[in-house]
């Protein structure tokens, strides 16, 4: 039998002190994240807040500072990526974001092409691929996103509490939410921008840091009925997630190598979703062992529910 | 039966229905550039047909035009808002059926929106034109029969020679080419003369000419089938409708599936050359069933615009108790008189209604007609086409203004770059997979493996049978999954390795592995079912094609971990040490 985690005796309960901080943290983090998101703050994508983006490539090779600087008079506020790897050489995303009417993207986008146009006499721009989206149709974007986080999490939610005791719903909840801000509050950090992937990303995390911390309490349920004392509550829950640990990081490695190989060779479209995917299953992970257990066990010793 | 008997017969068919499911899909997948262009030439409905059959490419990863427009409702009386949005979809549909794309989808989103994707289609500012300009309803009056059958007869000689030309080119490009050029030459010289003809040169020339005899193309009984290589054109037309008077008018039937390539024909310069300038074809605006085949109508017009559709008033649908349901309008003014000239000039004649160049119907003029009409549905039509032709008379005299409040043009080359990615990042992860799997379980992982392959097998069938649309996202749900669905495998593998280690039987191992792992395994799915359920609802475009994929992989990844690999292990229960 080839095993990378044989069996282990980790006191990950013990460590619960020093990981909450951690989590508290992280948490704060993702809340004022979320803050950022939702009064608009946030570096939103062109999908919430409307906008052009423009896919194209010059045939002779371009400063990346050369675009910005013949861009910069008329569109102040363009965001300006190069396209590495790409079908076409000398590629460039170019964003302006946040149109004040309907018809504005349709100009923004004749104007940013002659400007181009101008500017590199000699060297033509083609378009690759456009996006022009409208106020309107940001807000509506925006709207459903709202509409499939909340139906998601409360249908998640509903299901741990039927499944699970009061206690562990709660818990599991908590769990699942932490992974989520926590995500959010990282990929702020790091100036990713907020798009529709990026909420799917989210949702798709928020279901798989479930399973993990399902898996554990699963465990402990069948555990705690070796268990007869009160003062072994504490090793039942830490000997739980010991025995589940090489199935944790098993599940964690095979679903990492799918999620790295998408962001390394998945390109451009899913690069910040597949991004937010291995953040999400790190935590996910993190937050089985360190988020979920502990509060279970902090409850219990506070206030017993078994073993009165 | 015994209880083992039915999985392997259940996966057994499931395997045949997901072969036949894939089989479209593979043919087109596997077929070259050049293998596809000869199919759009020889046969564009076959391949129209693949097209529809084999998995769907989204706009994201074949190229293509995603718009969603916005009635101006605030622009129209109140009584012109009801029906404007249905108004400005039937305008909408008939331009874009003629721009050969594959699958258009046009629907309506809310009160005001209309989302419209031309996947393939990449010409973002003729496809802005024609959607974004505002409908024009014009009346034409159909051409004779002895005059459209002339130009038929020119027509059928043109394409032929030009067929045979082409089919030349295919078999012997050396030999055959001296006698092409030579008769290029000839049709040059010839179509350089009749370059202005109108057709009242036409109706002259065939006074003179005896030698057609127009009984001939009119009259010709479907079943005794003309020669397709002599006649190319009339051989795929089937007279339509004659008047009562037994008077023919150039309306025909064409399959469904000869409409492109007839659109080409028509289209050559040297066909263009033998069309008067002053007759234009013009076909119908929908498919319909005649004699249990799908059909186009292909018209025959005199270009002159006789009258417009903006005269029109009180356009309104009833349902008579004699004749059925019949459209009304009344027409005010200066129209009034203009269409009770028109109209009494031409009684007994079909009149084309011609929305944006295309052919709603074309009843007959019964009676001279001045401030109230009345259009005829026949005992016999169905409230669908009653209402189309209420709507398309509407839509002509109430055009609905529209605005694009989105716009999404994918290039081809974005789409196969996604692709490639796409494919190498899925081949990639999934080798990973196996290898991991394979090496640390073992001849089990090795089961697990083709649990795995049979996975996306099954994933790939449900998505061709289902008809849902591949997209960049879609993809990563596809691998997402991959990474997913092991996890059943490695929580049943870890408790089987547990309970062996207690010392327990490879049979109580086996049993005690799947129990266990089963409520574990069930409560995580259903978790990502609701997350894939929730995007469904509300997600939009490719975030729809992630969530499909999602939800389909897990389902199918409960099934082949609890039956197809399940099995396999029922199997090895009885083995003395178990590799894993």
Redesign the interface.
Same mark, same amino acid.
């Given at each position: 039998?080839?095993r990378?985690i044989g069996e282990t005796h980790i006191d990950f309960i013990g460590a619960r002190k020093i990981a909450s901080v951690l989590s508290v943290g992280l948490v704060a983090l993702g809340i004022f994240a979320l803050v950022m998101v939702v009064t608009g703050e946030a570096n939103l994508g062109i999908d919430f807040a409307g906008g052009n983006m423009i896919?194209g490539s010059f045939e002779q090779p371009v400063l990346i500072e050369d675009l910005r600087a013949a861009t910069a008079g008329e569109f102040p506020d363009a965001q300006i990526t190069e396209l590495k790897d790409?079908?076409?050489p000398n590629a460039f995303i170019i964003k302006v974001k946040r149109p004040e009417t309907?018809?504005a993207?349709?100009e923004t986008s004749l104007r940013l092409k002659s400007t181009i146009a101008e500017s590199f006499e000699g060297n033509p721009f083609t378009?690759?691929?456009?996006?022009?989206?409208?106020p309107?149709?940001g807000q509506?974007?925006r709207s459903?996103?709202q509409?499939?986080?909340l139906?998601?999490l409360c249908?998640?939610v509903l299901?741990?509490w039927v499944?699970f005791d009061f206690r562990s719903g709660i818990a599991a909840t908590i769990a699942t939410l932490h992974d989520v801000l926590a995500v959010l509050g990282i990929t702020y950090i790091m100036g990713l921008e907020f798009d529709?992937?990026i909420v $799917?990303a989210l949702?798709?995390l928020?279901?798989?840091s %479930?399973?993990d911390t #399902? /898996?554990v309490f699963?465990r402990i349920r069948?555990n705690l009925k070796r268990f007869r004392t009160r003062g072994e509550f504490a090793t039942a829950v830490n000997s739980s997630i010991n025995?589940?640990l090489?199935?944790t990081i098993?599940?964690s490695?095979? $679903?990492?190598?799918?999620?790295?190989?998408?962001f390394? %060779?998945?390109?451009e #479209? /899913?690069h910040n979703?597949?991004l937010a995917?291995i953040l999400g299953i790190l935590i996910g992970t993190y937050s089985s062992v360190f988020v979920a257990s502990p509060i279970v066990v902090e409850w219990e010793a506070r206030k017993p529910s078994r073993f009165k | 039966m015994s209880k083992k008997n039915w999985r392997v017969i259940l996966t057994g068919v499931l395997i045949i229905l997901a072969f036949i499911a894939l089989w479209d899909t593979y043919k087109l997948w596997t077929m070259s550039d050049t293998e596809v262009q000869a199919m759009q030439d020889d046969d564009p409905g076959a391949l129209l047909h693949l097209q529809q059959e084999a998995i769907r490419l989204g706009l994201?990863l074949q190229g293509g035009i995603h718009v969603?427009l916005?009635v101006k409702l605030e622009e129209l009386d109140k009584g012109a808002q009801t029906d404007a949005v249905d108004r400005a979809m039937q305008i909408i549909r008939n331009r874009v059926d003629g721009l050969g794309v594959a699958e258009p989808t046009i629907v309506k989103q809310?009160n005001e929106r209309i989302i419209v994707d031309l996947p393939g289609y990449t010409d973002?500012d003729r496809a802005e034109e024609l959607i974004g300009q505002t409908a024009l309803l014009q009346f034409k009056l159909l051409e004779t029969a002895d005059n459209g059958n002339l130009i038929l007869s020119r027509l059928d000689s043109v394409i032929a020679e030009y067929e045979a030309a082409r089919r030349g080119e295919v078999s012997d490009t050396a030999g055959v080419a001296e006698a092409d050029s030579a008769g290029m030459f000839d049709l040059l010289a010839e179509s350089e003369a009749s370059d202005q003809t109108t057709s009242s040169d036409l109706m002259a020339e065939l006074l003179g000419d005896s030698v057609v005899d127009t009984a001939d193309l009119f009259g010709f009984d479907e079943e005794l089938g003309l020669n397709e290589d002599e006649y190319p054109l009339t051989s795929r037309l089937e007279l339509a409708f004659s008047s009562s008077k037994g008077v023919g008018w150039p309306s025909f039937a064409v399959a469904k599936k000869d409409r492109e390539r007839i659109d080409r024909w028509l289209s050559l310069p040297e066909a263009a050359r033998v069309i008067p300038i002053d007759v234009q074809f013009a076909w119908g605006t929908r498919t319909e069933v005649r004699n249990s085949r799908e059909v186009y109508y292909l018209y025959l017009l005199k270009r002159k615009v006789q009258f417009l559709g903006k005269y029109l008033e009180n356009i309104s649908l009833r349902r008579d108790p004699m004749s059925g349901f019949v459209v009304n309008f009344s027409l005010s003014g200066d129209g009034a008189a203009r269409f009770a000239q028109l109209t009494g000039a031409n009684i007994d004649k079909p009149l084309a209604i011609v929305l944006d160049d295309k052919v709603e119907s074309a009843p007959f003029i019964n009676s001279k007609i001045r401030r109230q009409g009345q259009i005829s549905m026949g005992s016999s039509a169905k409230i669908d086409d009653a209402r189309n032709m209420e709507i398309v008379l509407k839509a002509g005299a109430l055009p609905a203004p529209v605005?694009?409040?989105?716009?999404?043009?994918?290039?081809a080359?974005?789409g196969?770059?996604?692709i490639?990615?796409?494919f190498?990042?899925a081949v990639?992860?999934?080798s990973?997979?196996l290898l991991?799997?394979g090496?640390?379980?073992?001849l089990s992982g090795v089961i697990a493996d083709v649990g795995l392959l049979f996975n996306i097998f099954f994933l790939m069938a449900v998505m061709s049978a289902l008809g849902y649309t591949l997209t960049?996202?879609g993809i990563?749900g596809i691998?997402?999954t991959?990474?997913?669905s092991?996890?059943s495998n490695?929580?049943i593998f870890?408790r089987i390795?547990?309970e062996l280690r207690t010392g327990k039987t490879v049979r109580a191992s086996i049993d005690a592995g799947y129990d266990?792992a089963f409520?574990?395994i069930f409560?995580?799915h259903?978790?990502?079912l609701?997350?894939?359920?929730?995007?469904f609802?509300?997600?939009?475009g490719?975030?729809k094609g992630?969530a499909v994929t999602?939800f389909y992989g897990i389902v199918i990844s409960l099934y082949t971990a609890f039956v197809i690999t399940k099995q396999v292990f029922d199997f090895r229960k009885g083995y003395r040490t178990l590799s894993?």
């Open positions: 039998m080839f990378l896919i790409f079908e076409k309907e018809a993207g349709r378009v690759v691929s456009e996006h022009i989206i409208g309107a149709v509506t974007l459903d996103a509409k499939a986080v139906l998601s249908c998640i299901y741990i499944r529709l992937l $799917t949702l798709t928020a279901g798989y %479930l399973t #399902v /898996v699963d069948e025995e589940v090489s199935r098993n599940t490695l095979t $679903t990492l190598l799918v999620v790295g190989t998408l390394f %060779l998945g390109g #479209v /899913v979703f597949s995917l | 994201d969603v916005r809310g973002a605005e694009i409040i989105e716009k999404n043009v994918v290039g080359s974005m196969a770059d996604s490639r990615k796409g190498s990042a990639l992860g999934l990973l997979v991991f799997i090496l640390y379980y073992r960049m996202p990563a691998i997402l991959i990474g997913m092991v996890d490695i929580l870890e390795r547990e266990r409520v574990a409560d995580s259903v978790t990502t609701i997350t894939a359920g929730a995007l609802l509300f997600g939009s490719p975030i992630f999602l894993i």
